[in-house]
């Protein structure tokens, strides 16, 4: 395949990743789309499933090899996959995310921003701060005060 054709398959996956079109994530990925392609602005297709709750988009691109990790870049978009799902509390997708190995401790912007951790905290998102905990969050001083407590 050749680089315009990649470059297609991209944006496309990136889409499909967009619009939540499952079905069509599928069909890009058996076509070859490089799952770890981002925009213009640095927005990768994980980072759009997450941050939307996608969690079965999530799991096909994670299997298809996208970085739990990698930070996405574009304008708004300035963080990990696990900080963007953690933030709306799409338990689901974090579950993904941490199955494919994410790394529960990663701070956003480059290790200098807010925990996956402190995203759910801060959003009152008490079952996903809970599963980030056991999947090994450590909780500091700033996420403690705010948590919810467990009666």
Not at 103 to 109: A, C, I, K, V, Y
Request: net charge negative; glycine share 10%; with cysteine.
């Amino acid at each position: 395949m050749n680089q315009r054709q990649r470059k297609k398959l991209g944006r496309r996956l990136f889409v499909a990743a967009l619009t939540g079109d499952t079905a069509r994530v599928k069909e890009f990925l058996r076509a070859g789309a490089d799952p770890e392609w981002s925009d213009s602005d640095g927005t990768t297709p994980l980072y759009v499933a997450s941050v939307s709750g996608q969690a079965e988009i999530a799991r096909m691109l994670l299997a298809a090899g996208a970085l739990p990790n990698a930070e996405s870049s574009g304008l708004g978009s300035e963080d990990t996959p696990l900080c963007a799902a953690a933030c709306w509390g799409y338990t689901e997708t974090v579950r993904e995310l941490l199955a494919h190995g994410a790394d529960p401790n990663l701070n956003e912007d480059h290790g200098t921003g807010w925990s996956p951790l402190m995203w759910a905290v801060h959003g009152s998102h008490s079952e996903t701060a809970e599963l980030l905990i056991e999947a090994g969050a450590t909780p500091t001083e700033s996420t403690a005060q705010h948590q919810p407590s467990r009666g």
